[in-house]
T-cell receptor, first 117, second 115 residues
Framework: GAVVSQHPSRVICKSGTSVKIECRSL??????MFWYRQFPKQSLMLMAT?????????EQGVEKDKFLINHASLTLSTLTVTSAHPEDSSFYIC?????????????FGPGTRLTVL | GQQVMQIPQYQHVQEGEDFTTYCNSS?????IQWYKQRPGGHPVFLIQ???SGEVKKQKRLTFQFGEAKKNSSLHITATQTTDVGTYFC???????????????WGLGTSLAVNP
C-alpha cells in the first residue's frame, strides 16, 4: 500500500522558535495533502489542505501566518510552526491522497509529536 | 456547519462480545470512510462506502451505509484484544467539489477490550 513518511517523529523546542515538519509520499504522487492536529484522546482536527503548486486552504480559526504550508512537489509538503508556544504542543499528522487511485482514502503519516517548552 | 456525530465516545467490552459504533451526518454524504487508530499510532484506512444501503464485510467487521446516505455503522463480531483502538468515521459531503471534498471527521469511538 501507499506509504507516507513524516519527519521528525518527535521534536522538543523552546518557546519562540520555529519548527518545520516534512510530509512525504514515498511511492505515489499526491497533488493534495492534509495537515491535522490531534490532542490526546481527541479526534483529528483538519488544519489545512495543501495543494501542490498553489496556496494552502486553511480551516476556519487556523492562522496561516503561524502555520506555514509549502507543497513544492508532488511528493512533499511541509508545515512550519512559527514562533511556537506551549499551546502549540500537539500531535501533528499529515495525510495524502494517491492520484492514481479512484478512491478517496487518505494515507496517513506516522505523526510528529511537538512539545514546546 | 457540516458535522458528523459519532457514538459512543468510549466502549469497554469483554473479549468475545460484539461492538458497534454509529455515525450520523447532518447532511447527505457522497461517501463515508472508516479508519482505525491504534494507541500511539496514526489512522489507518479500513473501508469506503459509496452506495446507498451498502453493506461491506471484512472478516469480523461489518460496515453499513444508510439508505439516506446520512448514517453509517461499524459492527465488530466477537471482539479480540487486537481490535483495541479508536475507530473514526469520516465523510465527504455530497455536492462539494475541489478543496471542499475534504473529509468531515467524527470524534471517534475508543474501544477497550478486556481479555
Amino acid at each position: 500500500g501507499a506509504v507516507v513518511s513524516q519527519h521528525p517523529s518527535r521534536v522538543i523546542c523552546k518557546s519562540g522558535t520555529s519548527v518545520k515538519i516534512e510530509c512525504r509520499s514515498l511511492d505515489f504522487q499526491a497533488t493534495t495533502m492534509f495537515w491535522y492536529r490531534q490532542f490526546p484522546k481527541q479526534s483529528l482536527m483538519l488544519m489545512a489542505t495543501s495543494n501542490e503548486g498553489s496556496k494552502a486552504t486553511y480551516e476556519q480559526g487556523v492562522e496561516k501566518d503561524k502555520f506555514l504550508i509549502n507543497h513544492a512537489s508532488l511528493t512533499l509538503s511541509t508545515l512550519t510552526v512559527t514562533s511556537a508556544h506551549p499551546e502549540d504542543s500537539s500531535f501533528y499528522i499529515c495525510s495524502a491522497r494517491d492520484m492514481g487511485l479512484p478512491s478517496n482514502e487518505q494515507f496517513f503519516g506516522p505523526g510528529t509529536r511537538l512539545t514546546v517548552l | 456547519g457540516q458535522q458528523v456525530m459519532q457514538i459512543p465516545q468510549y466502549q469497554h467490552v469483554q473479549e468475545g462480545e460484539d461492538f458497534t459504533t454509529y455515525c450520523n451526518s447532518s447532511t447527505t454524504l457522497s461517501n463515508i470512510q472508516w479508519y482505525k487508530q491504534r494507541p500511539g499510532g496514526h489512522p489507518v484506512f479500513l473501508i469506503q462506502l459509496v452506495k446507498s444501503g451498502e453493506v461491506k464485510k471484512q472478516k469480523r467487521l461489518t460496515f453499513q451505509f444508510g439508505e439516506a446516505k446520512k448514517n453509517s455503522s461499524l459492527h465488530i463480531t466477537a471482539t479480540q484484544t487486537t481490535d483495541v483502538g479508536t475507530y473514526f468515521c469520516a465523510g465527504v459531503v455530497s455536492g462539494n467539489a475541489g478543496n471542499n471534498r475534504k473529509l468531515i471527521w467524527g470524534l471517534g469511538t475508543s474501544l477497550a477490550v478486556n481479555p
